[in-house]
């Protein structure tokens, strides 16, 4: 046997160095920069800590509500705690390896895709110097996890029905990316999309066989997951889609708007360019129309139907990124305008302007890097300027055990009391961990409100107010109903409809008086309110 040549032996050596360096570079990146702990994550964390230490899967214990997106990470973090390790360390520590991780694997969905060596280590440094990606790969989030899954998927999909070379025998590749769908399911509840974009794509292809290989084990384990969710949580749905409102286009438009702009808007023109252009060969075509379709279903499509994100850092857009710059680079190299050097350099610093922005207000912290970075990531609590840990010192003196309090921010504040030992159950105004307060605010719930009103004969414009004051006096209802010890109303709410009408509400004024405030003086964050009779 001929042996190899040495220079095609030293090519792909090359290649994984140059990898190993992006991968090193997003390492330092994420390692250095300056991020506060993302408040979220300590609902997981709540929920592992209560889990750990015999309370069950609740925030609460004795209410079992699911409270999180992520049951794949839940269970993680769960298994975390359960082996005694610190949660906000251990969880930002494995969402980075799950961010490295998503970045190999990007790599070898470039490979799948037919990508050469230079648009697969472009696609990946495009992920790796992601200023967003990076922050969300640092958050303790399901975020990195859910990409990771969502990309392993494509990739073993493309490799199973568009083989590069071909293959003999395709069981095994096509029985592993049958499989690997649940995991994406069981990241987030949208990742149902990326099932139905390789279902539709079998069908497209005259597959039904094909379909149901992907469609059926997709619905069998995540059927199971839905059957132990109405055991545990008596209900099909996470309480977490009270966060879906459709209506709110001004909100999840401006987002992708503001994506479309971090990326460049003709970066992202290029698939749809390359789809129309029909030079390409079925396969190629065939490839980055599947790539293009995850983009679109599981993050474009899923950003309008849940009314954007409630905050800031496209996070409903990040998890398929490395998707959609391994699309770009597919479509780059189907486009002949793109085919020299120089098109492709302006394409790549296209790609990374956004970020570099970004990584210029807020660069590494190398010369003070243990006071501002290394200090909170090793304990968050010490981030004392934090308003979230001031309203836990402040509670651990003033809060009575075994007390109720209501709150709209289930982050911080109830984890770090449950983890120093303190017996406090809350109201979550906001309804996330709540499922009574999140009956008020659901979509759906208002649909059937305005609907019923309508067919009632009301204009509407008079059945949507009628609406809004009946869920505000349901509201002002279940909170008084739950009669917490405290209700803390945080000054970023003070123009909120539902916590407007609590205060406004007569039954509020005459039992509730506002006992204090933090900071005690100045401007405050949040108002205290006590009932009368335990005026101090």
């Not at 095609?8 to 360096?21: I, Q």
């Not at 992520?70 to 949660?87: C, E, N, S, T």
């Not at 409903?316 to 490395?322: D, H, N, S, V």
């Not at 597919?330 to 394409?347: E, H």
Request: with cysteine.
């Amino acid at each position: 046997m001929k042996p190899a040549d040495p220079v095609l032996r030293r090519e792909p050596r090359r290649e994984l160095w140059l990898l190993g360096a992006v991968l090193l570079i997003f390492c330092l990146l994420a390692a250095t920069l300056a991020l506060p702990a993302e408040e979220d994550a300590f609902i997981y964390y709540r929920y592992a800590w209560n889990w750990a230490h015999g309370q069950g899967l609740a925030f609460n214990a004795g209410d079992p509500v699911e409270g999180f997106s992520g049951p794949l990470w839940m269970g993680i973090l769960a298994l975390v705690a359960g082996a005694g390790l610190d949660l906000p360390r251990t969880a930002t520590l494995l969402g980075l390896l799950c961010g490295v991780a998503a970045l190999a694997a990007t790599w070898a969905l470039g490979r799948a895709a037919g990508l050469s060596r230079s648009g697969r280590l472009a696609a990946v440094a495009c992920v790796a110097l992601s200023y967003p990606f990076i922050v969300w790969s640092r958050s303790g989030l399901e975020t990195p996890l859910y990409s990771l899954a969502i990309v392993v998927t494509a990739a073993a999909y493309l490799a199973a029905e568009y083989p590069l070379v071909r293959q003999a025998d395709r069981r095994w590749p096509r029985r592993i990316a049958a499989v690997t769908p649940i995991f994406v399911c069981l990241g987030r509840p949208e990742g149902a999309m990326l099932v139905v974009v390789m279902a539709a794509d079998r069908l497209l292809a005259r597959d039904r066989r094909g379909a149901l290989r992907y469609g059926v084990p997709a619905a069998i384990g995540y059927g199971g997951y839905l059957v132990w969710r109405l055991l545990t949580f008596h209900s099909l749905v996470p309480n977490t889609s009270v966060k879906l409102y459709p209506l709110l286009i001004e909100r999840s438009g401006g987002q992708f708007l503001d994506y479309v702009l971090l990326l460049g808007a003709l970066p992202l023109l290029l698939p749809v360019l390359a789809l129309l252009d029909r030079r390409g060969t079925g396969p190629e075509r065939r490839r980055l129309g599947f790539l293009a379709a995850v983009v679109c279903l599981v993050s474009f499509l899923f950003n309008f139907l849940a009314g954007g994100d409630y905050r800031p850092g496209f996070r409903y857009f990040i998890p398929t990124l490395p998707v959609l710059m391994v699309a770009v680079w597919c479509a780059a190299s189907l486009l002949r305008p793109l085919a020299s050097p120089p098109a492709r350099a302006l394409l790549l610093a296209l790609l990374l302007s956004g970020s570099m922005i970004r990584l210029g207000q807020n660069p590494p912290r190398v010369h003070d890097w243990r006071r501002e970075v290394y200090e909170m990531w090793r304990d968050p609590a010490t981030d004392t300027n934090n308003w979230g840990i001031r309203i836990v010192r402040w509670m651990e003196g003033h809060v009575p055990e075994r007390s109720v309090v209501a709150f709209g921010q289930m982050g911080r504040v109830p984890y770090y009391l449950a983890h120093d030992g303190h017996e406090v159950r809350f109201v979550d105004t906001l309804g996330l961990v709540d499922r009574e307060v999140a009956r008020i605010y659901r979509f759906d719930g208002k649909i059937s409100d305005l609907l019923r009103d309508i067919r009632a004969g009301r204009s509407p414009r008079e059945a949507l107010e009628l609406g809004r004051q009946r869920r505000a006096l349901r509201f002002a209802g279940t909170i008084l109903g739950k009669q917490p010890d405290f209700v803390l109303i945080e000054a970023a709410l003070n123009d909120y409809p539902m916590m407007r009408a609590l205060q406004e509400n007569p039954e509020f004024q005459t039992t509730y008086h506002q006992s204090g405030q933090l900071p005690l003086e100045g401007l405050p964050y949040v108002r205290i309110y006590t009932p009368v009779r335990r005026r101090p």
